[in-house]
């Protein structure tokens, strides 16, 4: 089973990944995380997007296909599928995304969508904190630290993403409206698509997404998606 997950910014895609990857065997690729790891590492790649992604604009095509192109030709190893996270986020990119596949003989994706409503969103992505040692998430709107601004775990200091600041978020919001909104079309009138109810807790989501691919599989006459044990 090949995945994409598909959703706003703040939607929960990384969260659901995590747990998707585990129970289905799935090799996860989310674009978001590799192009900000090239950042951190000063790569030639890392140096020509930076300021796009601070300024919460996507990265080309071409850049991104080749991302997506050279994870793929790593092959699955023991993994049972991929997860595509955050990829493909523009009309082009679906097209890119058939062609990797058929290059590598797999066959099609299905595509899940988190839907959650836009002041949601926006609450769940300005108080979005990472502790920059243990790497954990908090929301302090959700659940306050206990020190002002310190990772309760290592207690060392909160960073916030340059793109998670709130002129920043707008701006990320606009761009998916405008050129990422249209890919849901795409896979609807495809039959390839799972619209999700993103919102509540992490599990109840997880619940929906899992009764999902059972009902997608179910009709798309496959075996191969049940989850493991
Ligand atoms: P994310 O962590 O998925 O929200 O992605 C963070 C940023 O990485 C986005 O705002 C874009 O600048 C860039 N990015 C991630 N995935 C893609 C993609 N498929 N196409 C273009 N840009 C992307």
Do not use: W
């Amino acid at each position: 089973m090949n995945l994409v997950l598909f959703g706003p910014p703040g939607s929960g895609k990384g969260t659901q990944s995590s747990l998707l990857c585990e129970t289905y065997g799935l090799r996860h690729l989310s674009t978001g995380d590799a192009f900000r790891a090239a950042i951190r590492a000063g790569t030639p790649l890392g140096r020509d997007i930076k300021t796009r992604i601070e300024q919460g604009e996507l990265v080309s095509d071409e850049l991104t296909a080749q991302l997506v192109r050279g994870f793929v030709k790593q092959g699955l190893g023991e993994f049972r599928g991929y997860l595509f996270d955050g990829f493909p986020r523009t009309i082009p990119q679906v097209g890119l995304l058939d062609d990797i596949l058929k290059e590598a003989g797999l066959a099609g994706v299905a595509v899940v969508n988190l839907d959650v409503p836009k002041d949601t969103l926006i609450l769940r992505i300005t108080g979005r904190r990472v502790c920059l040692d243990c790497k954990r998430t908090i929301n302090v709107y959700f659940k306050a630290p206990s020190l002002p601004d310190q990772c309760d775990f290592r207690v060392c200091p909160f960073t916030q993403r340059v793109d998670d600041q709130p002129a920043t978020v707008q701006e990320r919001l606009r761009v998916y409206d405008e050129q990422t909104k249209p890919v849901l079309m795409e896979y609807e009138l495809r039959g390839q698509l799972a619209n999700i109810d993103g919102t509540g807790n992490v599990d109840s989501v997880f619940r929906r997404i899992k009764n999902a691919l059972a009902d997608f599989n179910m009709n798309a006459g496959e075996a191969a998606a049940s989850p493991e044990g």
